[in-house]
């Protein structure tokens, strides 16, 4: 088993705030995805607030997170899979795919 | 574990209003915007730790009491940054030293009317109390309201943040609102009511769902006004049965492609006889007592339509008279309109004819295109068909709407119907 890290990426210009009655809607989602894939995942990660700082080697820093092209670094969970094939198949699930956000899969070196 | 799609409906939307309303009711409506992101990052916090492990037992004291260390938290991040004054130091205090499991009874208090009562304020217009009501008490997000109002989302922004602003400057809380001032604006508030229930009912392109949702809302605020509302029971009764009495009508009023359906060609038994059997126990409440408003007066017309199985035994002798109670009591254009209408259902196209023409110029600039309807409507069950094809092209020129022009053209071309 390998652990694989999901990194949720959300476009830089959010769509005005979800409604309460959306965000029952994401619960629900994340529910169910948590209930099918619980065994797999090993921490469920949580959501980044918009702010940040960025520190760039020479010391300078910068206000706001780094953003690459039109995505910026919204959440992360980490997962275990045998292999790519099955962490992408658990992330095609996530909800957050489902509302328009994107997911980039990395497997863990196992470092550590 | 519970399954986090087992919430109930709207669960999330209910327990926003109802947790604005609490903590307002503490911390004031000065901090409405920073109590509002509380709420709304108590459910973001919810999303991610119920989906992990489950719905609590007690979700709303889950809710509240995460909403609440949010907020105080903010609150005293605000304190370090800008002092505060003492009161708002004091209630930061008191907050953390309280055992928040006291004030998260599921009960749902009377705080969310309260907070409807603060923005009846004579000051605030009433686009802008709709849209206050609908955001801050109903838990509707601000595309939902701007779609289901028909208006866009900058606009429906626009008149909430005019509300709120509004409440700022008059600097009324929900502590201070005592019963001289809930008596002064009761009215007020039972007609913003009745305007909300009517923006969610008037048939139109928007969301079907959401706009029921908005009549739902309406509904659920005039109960909330006759269970805390101890005076003018009967009125807020009347008001009650007569949107249930209405809303029995909500699936048949228009058809699968979203067109009006007149209620003399609505299927019947569509109508929702449960909402229809429990306003008749609110028109009893609402006629013990010698009150008469016009909420009595319409709900016992809408009545009439309800009782009868079709159209032709619409009782009409009846409902003339209602319409002449209400021209007398409140009088206005619709009701001049109606009343002429039914008069030439009691006593035949003719004597309909000369009531529509005998309603003054100025009255009738603004009944149109209806009031061209009624007057084509008439001419056609004369049989005079010249002159009914005629007035139903001045009401097409006229319609502000495609929505109407539809409607005024399958009236041209189907032979039956009439205005109400």
């Known amino acids: 088993m390998a652990k694989f890290l999901l990194v949720y990426r959300d476009e830089v210009e959010p769509k005005s705030q979800p409604s309460p009655e959306e965000m029952q809607g994401f619960l629900a989602m994340w529910g169910e995805w948590f209930q099918k894939f619980g065994g797999k995942i090993v921490d469920g990660g949580d959501a980044l607030l918009p702010t940040g700082r960025v520190l760039k080697a020479g010391g300078e820093v910068s206000n706001g997170p780094y953003v690459e092209a039109k995505e910026m670094l919204g959440g992360y969970s980490v997962v275990q899979a045998e292999h790519y094939e099955e962490a992408v198949a658990i992330a095609k699930e996530c909800p957050i795919c489902k509302v328009g956000g994107m997911i980039e899969i990395r497997e863990f070196a196992g470092y550590n | ?420």
């Open chain 2, 1 to 420: 574990m519970n399954d986090p799609s087992q919430l109930v409906e709207h669960f999330f939307r209910h327990q926003y209003g109802r947790l604005v309303a609490m903590l307002t009711r503490s911390f004031g409506v000065r901090n409405l915007e920073i109590i509002e992101d509380s709420a709304q990052t108590a459910m973001s916090k919810a999303i991610i730790h119920w989906s992990k492990s489950g719905i609590p037992k007690e979700p709303n004291a889950w809710l509240f009491r995460t909403a609440s260390n949010v907020l105080v938290d903010q609150l005293r991040r605000q304190k370090w940054e800008t002092p505060l004054d003492a009161a708002l130091t004091d209630k930061i205090d008191l907050s953390s030293n309280q055992n928040p499991e006291q004030d998260c009874s599921d009960e749902v208090g009377d705080e969310p009317l309260r907070l409807l009562f603060l923005c009846c304020h004579s000051s605030i217009p009433v686009e802008s109390r709709l849209a206050f009501a609908l955001k801050t008490i109903g838990g509707f997000g601000t595309s939902e309201i701007a779609s289901a109002l028909l208006i866009s989302n900058a606009n429906a922004e626009k008149r909430i943040t005019r509300a709120k602003e509004k409440l700022r400057e008059l600097g009324e809380d929900i502590a201070l609102l005592d019963s001289q001032m809930m008596e002064d604006r009761i009215d007020a508030v039972r007609s913003t009511i009745y305007l909300l229930f009517n923006e969610g009912f008037a048939a139109s392109s928007g969301r079907e769902n959401l706009r029921r949702d908005v009549c739902d809302e309406a509904i659920r605020l005039a109960r909330m006004l006759i269970r805390f509302c101890k005076f003018e029971h009967a009125t807020s009764s009347a008001l009650l049965a007569l949107m249930l009495l209405h809303s029995s009508r909500f699936d048949s009023r228009v058809d699968t492609q979203g067109a009006i359906v007149l209620l003399e060609d609505q299927d019947r038994s569509k109508w929702n006889w449960h909402a229809i059997r429990e306003a008749m126990d609110c028109m009893m409440i609402a006629t013990q007592g010698s009150a008469l408003s016009r909420y009595h007066v319409e709900s016992a017309i809408a009545w009439e339509h309800c009782r009868v199985l079709s159209f032709e035994e619409t009782n009409w002798e009846k409902i003339v008279e209602y319409y002449r109670i209400l021209d007398r009591e409140f009088p206005g254009p619709m009701v001049s309109l109606n009343a002429a209408i039914s008069l030439g259902y009691r006593d035949g196209p003719e004597v309909g004819l000369s009531a529509l023409t005998a309603i003054n110029p100025v009255v009738r600039s603004k009944l149109r295109p209806w009031w061209d309807c009624a007057m084509a409507d008439a001419y056609r069950r004369m049989g005079k068909n010249a002159e009914a094809i005629a007035h139903w092209h001045d009401a097409r020129v006229l319609a502000s709407n495609s929505q109407q022009q539809e409607l005024i053209d399958r009236r041209m071309t189907s032979s039956k119907g009439s205005c109400l």
